[in-house]
């Protein structure tokens, strides 16, 4: 039976029939209040925008300081943004005037390719974001309490809808206009290729509302791995023209390409406007558990991002792919002991074919960084890559060391559980490692900068930097906020904050650091087995802590004791 | 009769969070084919007395032996001996349930781990779900296959903090059953419980934690 709210009129009193008839039972006093429940009573219709006013009350009510308090308070933030502006469009102004000069084949190419795989990047990315979150979303409050009132549900979401619109056409439309413009292409042409990108991400965000409405992600995927796989091949591109494997002359149409990117806009524009009407007409069809999903996700990230735990976002999204997923068949495992344990992770390699993508591309990277002339700084480049696309395989690894319950469920030390998790995606770094030998050679730019050999042991450390770069960060431990904090000018700050962000990037550049300098690859090696024992968990430092903190604690005592039992000198 | 050597050995245990002592001076020793209750309020320090128990949180002082030897959560021996279902179990998000339970009872070199896991599969009445992934099981039965996961492998001693919690009535009737004859086959058994039939009937010993920490007080 639906319930109501309303407030009771002045001469009906809330007293129940049977207390008035037990007349020896003591009444109580009617209490006055606010609202009560009529369960038999027909619910009233309730506006979404009296909903909305209510909550604005509520949150003028708990407002400590107004909006001009709030900017002057945060001046210097208003105060960098505008310096950091200013020096942005100062930079993009001389690059533009610097790059317009060069009129070679190679810079004609790279001013239309460059924009335009960002411009296709910031497609894909922009429906990967909008399929993952919603577009449209609630947060969980908001699902409880707004989304069980009797409202239109297409009313009140509407305005859910402006926000990821409008962040789909300034986002990727400055980061377009901003690459265009840096590549020297003239005004006219960073306009249409803004516009481009504009209008088109916020047209895939209208397609794939619509979709959320449908409960639909067919297209929306196979659109996004399009727009993906499109902005790698120009990346390709990109990089085989700087290697001279295309010729620049074919690439330099900037004039015939506008008239493409300009009606890809306008058609971005139509078709974004039919996908928003019909958008917005399926709001009412949104379920309340799809739309709260996407509100779950957005502040299980927000309080990861506070602690910078990447590792944390990751596992959100993990948890939240196997949550869809839902059910796999189930496979028998093979051996005893920690062979058991690494079957699974092969197993996981059938089960996860889509990390072999990020592989891929990772094994991509030393390649284009050859053909760009870089071959110095490979390893280094080439290694982060890796460290990116071994993470998945480290998935075991991960809920092994994030958690001690799952570790103390298996009988083997911290060290040969963790070896063992690391089997796998060792194997898969040493194929990496191989794959990539022709790129240390120098295939892919001169052909001359190292020997065969030289080559493969450069591999093959770039490969053990990537592997135990990954190890490094999947073994992240949490942030400890009751550790002694460092001082910054954001307030006191917990060191393991900071190390989070270099988390990999830090184990990448101490192995490759040898190579880079010139200097022998033996140090590269002996860095790599001190890395490996260290990450292996062979010593803990909490254990260490802990043993210091105990041996503290008894030495404490034992003076104690001493006090104690200490025959004071007799008194002359 | 000769007294059992007893599989836990706990002396003069204290756990303290900050100024806030949760537990101090606590002894106890668990023989096998014994199964000890732990009882008391919210907040008496059940939990935290399981979590040192299996290693999980370090004591500020005292001595927890398993079997004479003093526990490690990363000693090998302890992580053989002490099956536990503590607040703090993961599970991998790729594997399904049966995968699970295969890998636990392989891990332990279980001899026919296959025969194993599909009895405690049908016990904890997890046949249904077992191609599931665990993100999508209801909280009832991430518990039942927390639960199983201790029930599959090889064990000397048994730590279960409210294993009852989200357990349906003939989920709490077959947990006590099943508690019982572990017992009954020589299993030692720490339990936190605040459902006074499992106690009932599963404990030999029941122990009731104080209901208040104490605040130590600073010099």
Redesign the interface.
């Known amino acids: 039976m639906a319930k109501r709210t309303r407030k009771p009129g002045p001469g009906k009193p809330s007293v129940p029939v049977a207390a008035a008839v037990a007349a020896q039972i003591p009444v109580p006093e009617p209490v006055e209040r606010e609202f009560f429940f009529l369960p038999d009573a027909e619910p009233e219709p309730v506006e979404a925008e009296d909903l909305h006013e209510l909550m604005k009350l509520w949150r003028h009510g708990r407002a400590t300081r107004s909006l001009g308090q709030a900017i002057s308070d945060g001046y210097v933030t208003v105060f960098t943004i505008l310096m950091l502006g200013a020096m942005i469009t100062s930079a993009v102004l001389s690059a533009q005037h610097g790059m317009a000069d060069c009129t070679t084949g190679t810079c004609a190419s790279s001013r239309l390719l460059l924009p335009t795989a960002v411009l296709l990047g910031c497609y894909a990315i922009t429906l990967g974001l909008a399929r993952l979150f919603g577009p449209v979303l609630v947060s969980a409050a908001e699902g409880s309490w707004l989304l069980d009132a009797p409202v239109d549900r297409r009313r009140l979401l509407s305005g859910r809808l402006v926000v990821p619109l409008l962040s789909a056409f300034l986002l990727p439309g400055l980061v377009t206009g901003l690459v265009a413009g840096l590549t020297g292409m003239d005004w006219p042409a960073v306009g249409i290729w803004t516009l481009a990108a504009a209008a088109g991400s916020s047209a895939l965000v209208a397609l794939a509302a619509a979709q959320q409405s449908a409960e639909r992600t067919w297209l929306t995927t196979l659109l996004q791995n399009l727009a993906g796989a499109a902005a790698l091949a120009v990346i390709g591109l990109v990089v085989a023209v700087a290697a001279d494997k295309v010729p620049s002359t074919a690439l330099s149409g900037v004039d015939a390409a506008r008239w493409v990117f300009l009606g890809v806009a306008v058609a971005a524009l139509a078709a974004g406007s039919f996908w928003l009407v019909l958008a917005v007409r399926r709001l009412n069809q949104l379920r309340r558990a799809r739309l709260a999903s996407g509100g779950a996700l957005v502040s299980g990230m927000q309080g990861a991002m506070f602690a910078l735990d990447f590792g944390l976002i990751r596992d959100i999204l993990?948890?939240?792919?196997?949550?869809a997923?839902?059910?796999?068949?189930?496979?028998?495992?093979?051996?005893?002991?920690?062979?058991?344990?690494i079957w699974?992770d092969v197993?996981?390699l059938r089960?996860?074919p889509k990390m072999f993508i990020g592989l891929a591309v990772s094994l991509f990277v030393p390649y284009a960084v050859d053909a760009l002339r870089l071959s110095q700084l490979n390893p280094l480049i080439s290694g982060l890559a890796l460290v990116a696309a071994l993470v998945p395989f480290l998935?075991?690894l991960r809920?092994l060391s994030?958690?001690?319950?799952?570790a103390?469920?298996?009988?083997?030390?911290?060290s040969?559980l963790r070896t063992a998790s690391m089997a796998v995606p060792a194997g898969v770094a040493l194929l990496w490692a191989l794959a990539a030998v022709p790129a240390f050679v120098g295939v892919a730019g001169s052909g001359a900068d190292r020997s065969l050999s030289d080559a493969l042991i450069a591999a093959l450390i770039t490969a053990a930097a990537g592997l135990l770069g990954g190890v490094r960060w999947v073994t992240a431990k949490k942030v400890d906020f009751g550790m002694p904090m460092v001082a910054t000018q954001n307030g006191a700050v917990p060191p393991a904050l900071i190390f989070n962000l270099l988390r990999g990037i830090d184990m990448v550049a101490l192995i490759c650091a040898p190579l880079i300098l010139g200097w022998s690859a033996y140090l590269s090696a002996v860095v790599i087995v001190v890395a490996f024992v260290g990450l292996r968990?062979s010593f803990?430092a909490e254990?260490l802590r802990?043993e210091a903190a105990a041996a503290q604690?008894d030495l404490d005592s034992a003076k104690a004791e001493r006090t104690k039992t200490k025959i004071p000198p007799p008194r002359r | 009769m000769a007294r059992r050597t007893p599989v836990l050995k706990v002396t003069a245990l204290k756990k303290a969070f900050g100024p806030v002592v949760i537990i101090d001076g606590f002894n106890l020793d668990v023989a096998a084919g014994e199964a000890v209750a732990l009882t008391g309020r919210n907040g008496a320090g059940k939990s935290t007395v399981l979590r040192c128990l299996?290693?999980?949180d370090?004591p500020?002082?005292g001595t927890i032996q398993v079997e004479g030897l003093a526990v490690s959560?990363?000693n090998?021996?302890i992580?053989?001996d002490?099956?536990?279902v503590?607040d703090?179990?993961?599970?991998?998000?790729?594997?399904?349930?049966?995968?699970h339970l295969?890998?636990?009872a392989?891990?332990?070199?279980v001899p026919d781990?296959?025969h194993a896991v599909d009895e405690i599969l049908h016990e904890v009445q997890l046949v249904a779900q077992?191609?599931?992934?665990?993100?999508?099981l209801s909280s009832g039965e991430r518990r039942r296959l927390a639960l199983a996961?201790?029930f599959v492998?090889p064990r000397k001693l048994l730590i279960l903090d409210e294993p009852e919690q989200r357990l349906d009535v003939e989920g709490v009737a077959w947990l006590a059953e099943r508690l019982v004859a572990e017992r009954n086959r020589g299993l030692a058994i720490v339990m936190a419980s605040h459902e006074p039939t499992l106690v009932e009937k599963v404990a030999t010993r029941v122990i009731r934690l104080g209901d208040r920490a104490r605040v130590e007080a600073e010099a």
């Open positions: 993990v948890e939240r792919r196997a949550a997923i839902g059910h796999v068949r189930p496979t028998r495992g093979r051996g005893l002991g920690l062979a058991a344990l699974r197993e996981r089960r996860n998935g075991g809920v994030r958690t001690g319950g799952l103390r469920g298996l009988p083997f030390k911290t040969a968990g803990n254990d802990a604690r | 299996v290693g999980a370090r500020d002082s959560e990363t090998p021996q992580r053989r002490v099956a536990a503590i703090d179990l993961d599970f991998f998000p790729d594997l399904s349930v049966v995968e295969d890998l636990l392989r891990a332990h070199g781990p296959d077992s191609g599931q992934l665990p993100p999508t996961t201790a492998r």
